[in-house]
């Protein structure tokens, strides 16, 4: 009888696990799919028009930053024990943070080599706020370089045309050095 109350007692707790409800919110990446996302991001890489990629940089941003918000992952935990559990990993093949960094950097270079020193510069500004997370290290040096040039830029005769450092995408329409 002990047994088969235990039993009982263990297929409650694990059936009552798998049949609590999922949370009712949502994220953009459930209204967007992957191909979609990926869409943007090609478009803003292979862009001509400088105010088209801005908006898909945007719409990256966005989507970036709605998949991350730690509300979405709450554990009734003590915070004692809150702290060594990490956030789960995106289930994406790619990640849209980085995905939204390397448009909005590419972004940010074209307008700098267009002259557009506020739209550059409001570009790379954007990508700072990865500050401190290493796997976003390449672009906010990116960006950083990019800032840096634009002050060199406008410092020596008003003109803001930089040049592109980094790895430009292959088949560069713009003739970027690849560095």
């Known amino acids: 009888m002990r047994k088969l109350i235990v039993v009982l007692s263990l297929i409650a707790a694990v059936s009552g696990c798998q049949s609590m409800p999922k949370g009712t919110t949502t994220t953009a990446l459930d209204n967007e799919s992957f191909m979609g996302l990926w869409g943007r991001y090609s478009r803003c890489q292979a862009g001509t028009d400088l105010a088209a990629m801005q908006v898909e940089a945007q719409h ?46 590419y972004t940010g270079q074209i307008a700098a080599e267009l002259g557009k020193a506020d739209v550059a510069s409001s570009m790379f500004q954007a ?27 406008m410092a020596g005769d008003g003109s803001a045309r930089v040049v592109r450092t980094g790895h430009a995408p292959s088949g560069d329409r713009l003739g970027a050095s690849n560095d």
């Open 60 to 105: 990256l941003q966005t989507i970036a930053a709605t998949d991350t918000e730690k509300s979405r992952f709450n554990l009734t935990l003590p915070k004692q024990v809150r702290r060594y559990v990490s956030e789960p990993p995106t289930r994406l093949a790619v990640d849209p943070k980085a995905m939204a960094a390397a448009c909005t950097l």
């Open 127 to 153: 990508i700072l706020k990865h500050q401190g997370q290493p796997e976003y290290e390449y672009y906010v040096a990116q960006a950083l370089t990019g800032l840096a040039q634009l002050d060199l830029a």
